[in-house]
């Protein structure tokens, strides 16, 4: 089931909020949380009832394992032993599901064998289900968790706003929450819930799914390689940068808004990335939960930067190529991380660079911040050229026409080959003012964290409140609600969706 659907705005979603602000009048929150964790199953059967029992069975298994590890914990080497094979059974799983093919096709082009591919579904949402799994054993190893019930682990991984694409949560932020689940219909954390969310579908259903067009239109032609000229190559990478930005941070602000309807807080995971003055500011603004575990649960595992500058290199590189592994079992994604730690790495040694010079300003000037936005803007750009292209031979081609050598008119724009489905005379314009104004937006406008946060600590401080919001950001918001819902009969998937 999709958020930017009929069945989940108008009946999953308002039916599950109904029952649980009914039981919730109980004053108790284990029937609420039953309810929760049965509602978010059937929204994951909705997709395919087949892998349930690998959801159930997985949360039943890790959460028994992390019983057995807290039980054991005084004892370093059993604890360990234990924790070692639990995360190398969820590793396994995932890896069974998400990369066999990709092993199987790998093996066959090196040694020319002709092993079957599998051709196996991937289950949802394992990504995501799998590492906050890990996060939780790892924590328990430690010494971190607190003794938690099977029911609120269980809603701890399958609560339905971000089950299938995030953010990647924490038990400890999110557990000691179902304590304080919100039960009023008077509560700002309503208002604000619904407002999130109605932004995030306008994001989704608006901005990205008429981006789409544009940029599979580019990509399209690569794959057949067809040669593009400079801004036909350029158009179709801006217009991609911007649908998976619009795509996913819309996701994620409807996981946020539809958690807050319940009186749960999710972390933000977006925050302007496209405003960041170098990579590294790049991946504390795009998609922070991701960047958060990876840099806690593998890179300062890994040594961090405690081993010297050539160490700290290492374990950067290794951290971004896995992370890129995890998004897609293709090479363009591993070459996709990779290319994003050599950035890192020439971010840090930049930055070491830069420290040691004492004539310079201790903190960079508008023109140097300019320069760092360009540069970082154009290397994420080209780099979601890799993370969008199905295979080698497509990104080669888009990258040589992003270079000017894909035809000798490599300043013309040929919308009308391209994109046929719009007006003739309107092709050029509508391309290019449709881009502009969103990268202006992406560019310039604060970002909904920033604009949002002082409602919800105002929510937070006065709980039976009304929200205090002006005039033009409620009718801005309802404006956007209607005008994504009139686009809902064509639901499209998340780009997220099966990571």
Same mark, same amino acid.
């Given at each position: 089931?999709?958020?930017?659907?009929?069945?989940?705005?108008?009946?999953?979603?308002?039916?599950?909020?109904?029952?649980?602000?009914?039981?919730?009048?109980?004053?108790?929150?284990?029937?609420?949380?039953?309810?929760?964790?049965?509602?978010?199953?059937?929204?994951?059967?909705?997709?395919?009832?087949?892998?349930?029992?690998?959801?159930?069975?997985?949360?039943?298994?890790?959460?028994?394992?992390?019983?057995?590890?807290?039980?054991?914990?005084?004892?370093?080497?059993?604890?360990?032993?234990?924790?070692?094979?639990?995360?190398?059974?969820?590793?396994?799983?995932?890896?069974?599901?998400?990369?066999?093919?990709?092993?199987?096709?790998?093996?066959?082009?090196?040694?020319?064998?002709?092993?079957?591919?599998?051709?196996?579904?991937?289950?949802?949402?394992?990504?995501?289900?799998?590492?906050?799994?890990?996060?939780?054993?790892?924590?328990?190893?430690?010494?971190?968790?607190?003794?938690?019930?099977?029911?609120?682990?269980?809603?701890?991984?399958?609560?339905?706003?971000?089950?299938?694409?995030?953010?990647?949560?924490?038990?400890?932020?999110?557990?000691?929450?179902?304590?304080?689940?919100?039960?009023?219909?008077?509560?700002?954390?309503?208002?604000?819930?619904?407002?999130?969310?109605?932004?995030?579908?306008?994001?989704?259903?608006?901005?990205?799914?008429?981006?789409?067009?544009?940029?599979?239109?580019?990509?399209?032609?690569?794959?057949?390689?067809?040669?593009?000229?400079?801004?036909?190559?350029?158009?179709?990478?801006?217009?991609?940068?911007?649908?998976?930005?619009?795509?996913?941070?819309?996701?994620?602000?409807?996981?946020?808004?539809?958690?807050?309807?319940?009186?749960?807080?999710?972390?933000?995971?977006?925050?302007?990335?496209?405003?960041?003055?170098?990579?590294?500011?790049?991946?504390?603004?795009?998609?922070?939960?991701?960047?958060?575990?990876?840099?806690?649960?593998?890179?300062?595992?890994?040594?961090?930067? %405690? #081993? $010297?500058? !050539?160490?700290?290199? *290492?374990?950067?590189?290794?951290? @971004? +190529?896995?992370? &890129?592994?995890?998004? /897609?079992?293709?090479?363009?994604?591993?070459?996709?991380?990779?290319?994003?730690?050599?950035?890192?790495?020439?971010?840090?040694?930049?930055?070491?660079?830069?420290?040691?010079?004492?004539?310079?300003?201790?903190?960079?000037?508008?023109?140097?911040?300019?320069?760092?936005?360009?540069?970082?803007?154009?290397?994420?750009?080209?780099?979601?050229?890799?993370? %969008? #292209? $199905?295979? !080698?031979?497509?990104? *080669?081609?888009?990258?040589?026409? @992003? +270079?000017?050598? &894909?035809?000798?008119? /490599?300043?013309?724009?040929?919308?009308?080959?391209?994109?046929?489905?719009?007006?003739?005379?309107?092709?050029?314009?509508?391309?290019?003012?449709?881009?502009?104004?969103?990268?202006?937006?992406?560019?310039?406008?604060?970002?909904?964290?920033?604009?949002?946060?002082?409602?919800?600590?105002?929510?937070?401080?006065?709980?039976?409140?009304?929200?205090?919001?002006?005039?033009?950001?409620?009718?801005?918001?309802?404006?956007?609600?209607?005008?994504?819902?009139?686009?809902?009969?064509?639901?499209?998937?998340?780009?997220?969706?099966?990571?």
């Amino acid at each position: 089931m999709l958020f930017n659907s009929y069945e989940f705005v108008f009946l999953f979603l308002p039916l599950v909020l109904g029952v649980f602000l009914l039981l919730g009048r109980w004053r108790s929150t284990a029937l609420p949380t039953l309810w929760l964790v049965v509602a978010s199953l059937a929204f994951y059967a909705y997709w395919r009832s087949a892998y349930l029992a690998l959801l159930i069975g997985s949360i039943a298994g890790n959460y028994l394992a992390g019983l057995a590890i807290h039980r054991v914990r005084r004892h370093r080497l059993r604890s360990r032993a234990l924790l070692t094979g639990a995360i190398t059974a969820n590793l396994g799983l995932l890896a069974y599901f998400k990369y066999t093919d990709f092993l199987i096709g790998t093996v066959n082009a090196l040694t020319g064998t002709g092993f079957p591919v599998q051709s196996i579904v991937l289950p949802l949402a394992i990504s995501f289900f799998t590492f906050n799994q890990i996060a939780f054993l790892v924590d328990v190893h430690k010494g971190y968790v607190h003794d938690y019930g099977f029911l609120d682990y269980a809603l701890f991984i399958v609560f339905f706003p971000h089950l299938i694409a995030g953010p990647i949560v924490h038990h400890r932020d999110i557990i000691p929450q179902f304590r304080r689940f919100n039960f009023s219909l008077a509560s700002p954390l309503l208002s604000l819930g619904l407002m999130v969310f109605s932004i995030g579908l306008f994001k989704k259903v608006i901005l990205a799914d008429h981006l789409a067009p544009y940029a599979s239109a580019v990509f399209d032609s690569a794959a057949r390689a067809e040669a593009l000229t400079l801004a036909e190559a350029w158009l179709g990478a801006l217009a991609y940068t911007l649908q998976l930005y619009f795509d996913f941070s819309g996701y994620s602000d409807m996981a946020v808004g539809g958690a807050l309807l319940f009186g749960i807080r999710f972390p933000w995971n977006f925050d302007a990335p496209y405003q960041a003055t170098s990579i590294i500011d790049f991946w504390r603004r795009w998609h922070i939960s991701l960047s958060l575990f990876l840099r806690d649960y593998l890179y300062i595992p890994l040594g961090g930067n %405690r #081993a $010297g500058t !050539l160490r700290q290199s *290492l374990n950067i590189f290794l951290t @971004m +190529l896995l992370g &890129g592994l995890w998004h /897609g079992p293709n090479w363009t994604f591993v070459l996709w991380g990779a290319l994003h730690g050599l950035y890192v790495i020439i971010n840090h040694r930049w930055r070491d660079w830069r420290s040691r010079r004492h004539w310079l300003p201790a903190r960079p000037g508008a023109g140097e911040k300019a320069f760092g936005w360009s540069i970082t803007f154009i290397a994420v750009v080209a780099a979601w050229v890799l993370f %969008r #292209a $199905g295979d !080698l031979s497509a990104t *080669l081609m888009l990258y040589k026409s @992003m +270079l000017g050598l &894909g035809t000798p008119s /490599g300043w013309t724009l040929q919308a009308g080959r391209l994109f046929p489905h719009l007006p003739t005379g309107l092709q050029d314009a509508t391309v290019f003012v449709w881009i502009a104004i969103l990268c202006g937006i992406c560019w310039w406008a604060p970002s909904l964290r920033r604009q949002t946060d002082p409602l919800l600590a105002q929510a937070l401080a006065a709980p039976s409140g009304k929200l205090r919001i002006g005039r033009s950001w409620a009718i801005g918001t309802a404006l956007l609600a209607w005008l994504a819902v009139m686009f809902l009969a064509r639901p499209t998937e998340f780009l997220y969706y099966q990571f």
